[in-house]
């Protein structure tokens, strides 16, 4: 069983920052990668920012340069430091795990409940 369960969302102003927080519990496996989605409303779910278990990172282009993801891999933690705001940015933010036990296993995939992100104009 895994579980996923965010927090650090809410309501800012545009300029402004938000750290997100996603930690894991249960059967997490070395071989992951942990990953922030957003979702806006009549929206699909995009990949905001992505970090392997070694590190690797991957940014949608809307927020390069403006939001970080980093991972605590002792503690199955993985954050989103969100700087410089844009109204464009709210969406519900889901935390995504993606593992697998060995490497001729598939993949399976976790999301958590998600967190809702507001910036105002």
């Known amino acids: 069983q895994v579980q996923l369960v965010e927090s650090g969302g809410g309501l800012v102003q545009a300029g402004g920052s938000l750290r997100l927080s996603c930690a894991a519990s249960g059967s997490i496996f070395s071989i992951n990668a942990m990953n922030w989605y957003r979702q806006a409303p009549g929206k699909q779910r995009d990949m905001v920012a992505a970090?392997?278990?070694?590190?690797?990172?991957n940014y949608a282009d809307s927020v390069k340069g403006r939001f970080t993801i980093s991972r605590d891999n002792a503690k199955n933690t993985v954050y989103l430091q969100m700087n410089s705001l844009k109204p464009e940015d709210t969406a519900v933010y889901y935390c995504?795990?993606?593992?697998?036990?060995?490497?001729?296993?598939?993949?399976?995939?976790?999301w958590g409940q998600g967190t809702q992100v507001t910036v105002s104009s």
């Open positions: 970090i392997t278990s070694g590190g690797r990172t």
């Open positions: 995504n795990l993606n593992q697998r036990p060995n490497t001729w296993s598939t993949w399976s995939a976790y």
